[in-house]
């Protein structure tokens, strides 16, 4: 919506998702190629929502949103933290990121939602409309110059997502 039509690349699958029509995507290659815009920075107040459905959680990092999360450059990105199966905000100010203390469980569908705000320098997590947890404040990054973002996977192609999303808000 909004005029950010994205390319489905490799085969994700459409289904009839949470609320109105979700993709699937294998995990192994599926993804979404979204218009390229500016990211967010610290001094911009944005938020990352989307019903998430995992069917498997492998590796450290399943990256759902990227959003010019590009390490140490710019950016930030929604991902889910495999080790504890987690929420988490990926902010490139430290490369770093701030997991959310609610474990996502598997073939089942979740709302997430990880808000940052510019004032406070904090991000809270809120899992199927409960407050999760908020962070201490974070450290400074600047916004990503017009670059292309993605669903389902990180920028250089790894961290796929194996699962459904639907209703995906930036």
């Known amino acids: 919506g909004s005029s950010n039509t994205g390319t489905l ?3 994700p699958r459409w289904i009839s998702g949470y609320r109105a029509g979700g993709l699937r995507f294998d995990g192994s290659d599926d993804y979404v190629a979204l218009p390229a815009k500016a990211g967010f920075g610290s001094t911009q107040d944005h938020s990352f929502a989307a019903w998430v459905n995992p069917s498997s959680l492998a590796g450290t990092y399943t990256w759902l949103v990227d959003y010019g999360g590009t390490p140490g ?7 889910i933290y495999s080790a504890t199966d987690v929420p988490a905000f990926f902010y490139a100010g430290g490369s770093s990121f701030v997991l959310g203390t609610r474990a996502l ?9 990880a808000s940052y705000s ?3 320098k904090k991000v809270t997590f809120y899992v199927n409309g409960v407050l999760d947890t908020e962070t201490a404040t974070l450290s400074s990054w600047s916004a990503s110059p017009s670059t292309a973002h993605y669903l389902g996977q990180w920028f ?10 639907d209703d995906v808000r930036v």
């Open 118 to 120: 510019s004032t406070t």
């Open 9 to 11: 690349t490799n085969g």
């Open 105 to 113: 469980p598997l073939n089942q569908w979740s709302h997430i939602i």
């Open 73 to 79: 450059s710019a950016g930030s990105s929604l991902i």
């Open 156 to 165: 250089n192609g790894n961290y796929r997502f194996a699962g459904s999303l």
